[in-house]
């Protein structure tokens, strides 16, 4: 209510010229008040021989009245500014920094509530009235507030910018238009604005369409990360309960060794034992005889010792002494070869099924991936830039063709370099092949190589040590007249019987697979390895064979 109030005071004595409050307010002799400014300036307006008048009720006086500041007003006025300051500055309506200010408010300047393209000024919403109560003015333009107006003013005719040259895509006023811009294409600004809007809307629209679908992507990646974790976590945990199992099942077989071990140790010990007693008896026994015979030695007297000795005096039944031998003790050495034996089984197996569980593992793919390719077309979405490294090249290879092409040629004058082959007549790729890609090679000669090779394979050594696909670091494909075969790791496969002339190659790092197709109307796969290969790798050309001829020319793919 108490703002209600203060909005009708601030109408109330309001200049009808301004129609801000009062500044200086004088009153004139038919009793209205005025700001001291707008009335002189009002009165000087209708000139000096004609008698002036009131702007509000058009009453003439013969004389211009004597103005004198009405100072009772004043001081109400200045006391009904300060408080619409401070409404105005509750309500929020204050101009800040950043806001586009009213052009007509004096003294505090309130925030605009609409900018006008006709007049090129901004208004609060009490000096905006006028546009909507007066006729000729509600034909005006009004936008949402902007400090940029002035730029709607041509620079060069100050007139008004109401059209756009589609020649020179600029805004320009109808001077320019009629001087400079006369032979060209150009539309009101509205027209072009208009055409716009309708391009503007069916881009939102795309751009809508695109959002939606990359939030449905998003919703299904989401769901598929968290199936990921749940099935890793399931994955996880079953497969320390199994290692679990594993180990509580290599702890009872330790167990039954240990048991096994221990009943045969005190097996053979008792039996030992029992022998050891025996012999310790026999021992005695002998002893008490070998005490008599001794005793017997020593008597002279011939009569008497025939007597107590007229025959060698039987020994008895004694069991004959185990011919016991030294050797070394290795009684349960047989156990341990045997547990060690199982020891490494286990690892090699173990090991065997890691490598198998790693590439299973590594097979885990987003939902989302793109599909493997089929057709040419599908192949050379992953076309690659490839170009031949001269500092690996052989001294019997030459390149030409922008390093694309290698001809087999004696004795090139390569600079020196520690990456170049030294025996072996092949060169390898500038570039590191990326997850996936595909290239073509054309091969004219015998056994021309294309291949796989990783950064690090061997270049200085032997044919039999750096030739691709003669170690376990790179993968080949021999192309000849004889027809084609796969090399890895010095094993020789055939593939084909007939020669491939074109040959196109398709690593896909991630799913741990190389192909190789031969290209004619249509492709055919001459052979694919599966195979986890480590990076970086590069692409590799190589001429081979007795005659060190022919050429191998990687094809730029459009």
């Known amino acids: 209510m108490e703002s209600r109030g203060l909005h009708l005071d601030s109408e109330t004595f309001s200049c009808p010229v301004c129609l801000d409050l009062l500044k200086d307010p004088v009153s004139i002799p038919c009793g209205h008040s005025y700001c001291m400014a707008c009335i002189r300036g009002f009165w000087e307006e209708e000139g000096e021989d004609r008698a002036c008048s009131c702007p509000q009720c058009r009453q003439t006086f013969a004389q211009r009245p004597v103005l004198v500041k009405n100072s009772l007003l004043a001081v109400f006025m200045d006391e009904l500014r300060k408080a619409a300051v401070l409404a105005a500055s509750a309500d929020g309506c204050l101009a800040g920094p950043e806001d586009v200010t ?83 294409d150009a539309v009101s600004a509205e027209a072009e604005w208009t055409e716009r809007q309708e391009q503007l809307w069916a881009s939102r629209e795309e751009v809508k369409e695109r959002i939606q679908s990359r939030e ?26 199994i290692f679990s199992e594993l180990i509580q099942v290599i702890q009872r077989k330790s167990g039954d060794v240990r048991r096994l071990v221990r009943s045969q140790q005190e097996t053979e010990v008792n039996r030992a034992r029992e022998l050891q007693e025996k012999l ?79 590439g299973t593992v590594a097979e885990v793919d987003v939902l989302l991936s793109p599909p493997a390719p089929v057709t040419r077309e599908d192949f050379l979405k992953y076309s690659c830039e490839i170009t031949l490294d001269v500092n690996t090249a052989h001294n019997n290879l030459m390149l030409s063709n922008s390093n694309r092409k290698v001809t087999a040629k004696l004795l090139q004058l390569h600079p020196l370099s520690a990456e170049r082959f030294t025996e072996s007549p092949q060169v390898l790729s500038r570039e590191r092949l990326g997850e996936r890609c595909y290239w073509e090679v054309e091969c004219r000669g015998q056994n021309v190589s294309v291949a796989v090779a ?6 200085v050594g032997s044919e039999e040590k750096c030739n691709f696909g003669w170690n376990d670091k790179s993968w080949a494909l021999y192309c000849g007249y004889s027809g084609c075969f796969f090399w890895y790791n010095s094993i020789k496969t055939e593939v084909s019987r007939f020669p491939a002339f074109k040959v196109g190659v398709y690593l896909d790092q991630r799913a741990g697979a190389l192909s190789f ?18 990076p970086p790798l590069l692409a590799g050309l190589g001429l081979h064979g007795q005659l060190r001829s022919g050429t191998a020319e990687i094809r730029k793919l459009e």
């Open 454 to 459: 990783s950064k690090n394979a061997d270049r």
């Open 216 to 241: 449905d992507h998003v919703d299904l990646l989401q769901r598929e990360m968290e199936a990921i974790d749940r099935s890793a976590d399931q994955t996880v945990e079953s497969s320390e309960r």
């Open 102 to 184: 009213c052009d007509f408010c004096t003294g505090r300047k309130l925030k605009a509530f609409k900018s006008c393209l006709s007049c090129l000024a901004s208004y609060c919403e009490k000096h905006l009235r006028p546009h909507h109560d007066v006729a000729p003015l509600q034909k005006h333009k009004l936008v949402e507030p902007s400090k940029t107006l002035q730029e709607n003013v041509c620079s060069r005719h100050n007139e008004l910018i109401k059209m756009f040259c589609r020649t020179d895509r600029v805004c320009i006023c109808y001077l320019c238009f009629v001087d400079k811009h006369r032979r060209h």
């Open 280 to 358: 310790k008896q026999e021992i005695s026994e002998l002893r008490g005889k070998d005490a008599e015979l001794e005793r017997l030695t020593h008597m002279e007297d011939h009569t008497q010792f025939l007597r107590s000795y007229p025959s060698p005096p039987p020994l008895g039944q004694s069991p004959p002494s185990p011919g016991f031998k030294p050797r070394p003790l290795r009684y349960f050495e047989a156990v341990t070869a045997a547990v060690s034996g199982l020891r490494d089984h286990l690892q090699a197996l173990v090991s065997e099924d890691c490598t198998i569980t790693s």
């Open 517 to 534: 197709f031969h290209i004619s109307d249509s492709m055919t796969l001459l052979h694919r390895v599966h195979a986890r290969f480590p």
